[in-house]
């Protein structure tokens, strides 16, 4: 059974910086592509950030690029979305997810079979 765990959450002011992480349990993050996803009040999830299997390969929604990046510690089995210059409109919860399935894109939830729990991000205007 493949566990994600999030972390790193919290209240941030505009303009602030958090880095959430994402540990898992076992080596799953060696051999999938990892994805970070967002769910505001009264909204759809959405996506956020995904990072290819190898590393090299990085994605980013418009709302997080130049601004979010998205990273793997292989030896730890952790992937980090760090998060600088938010605004009040990244509030949300943050899931990430790993576990990539096939006829799906990176951006699409449907695209990974495990999920975590989230962690809340608050920004304070």
């Known amino acids: 059974q493949v566990q994600l765990v999030e972390s790193g959450g919290g209240l941030v002011q505009t303009g602030g910086s958090l880095r959430l992480s994402c540990a898992a349990s076992g080596s799953i993050f060696s051999s999938t592509g990892v994805g970070w996803f967002r769910q505001a009040p009264g909204k759809e999830r959405e996506f956020v950030a995904a990072?290819?299997?190898?590393?090299?390969?990085?994605y980013y929604a418009d709302s997080a690029k130049g601004r979010f990046t998205i990273s793997r510690d292989s030896a730890k089995n952790t992937v980090y979305l760090q998060m600088n210059s938010q605004k009040p409109e990244d509030r949300a919860v943050y899931y990430c997810?790993?576990?990539?399935?096939?006829?799906?894109?990176?951006?699409?939830?449907?695209?990974?079979?495990?999920w975590g729990q989230g962690t809340q991000v608050t920004v304070s205007s």
């Open positions: 997810a790993a576990g990539r399935t096939g006829g799906s894109y990176y951006y699409q939830t449907k695209g990974y079979a495990y």
């Open positions: 990072i290819g299997r190898s590393s090299i390969s990085t």
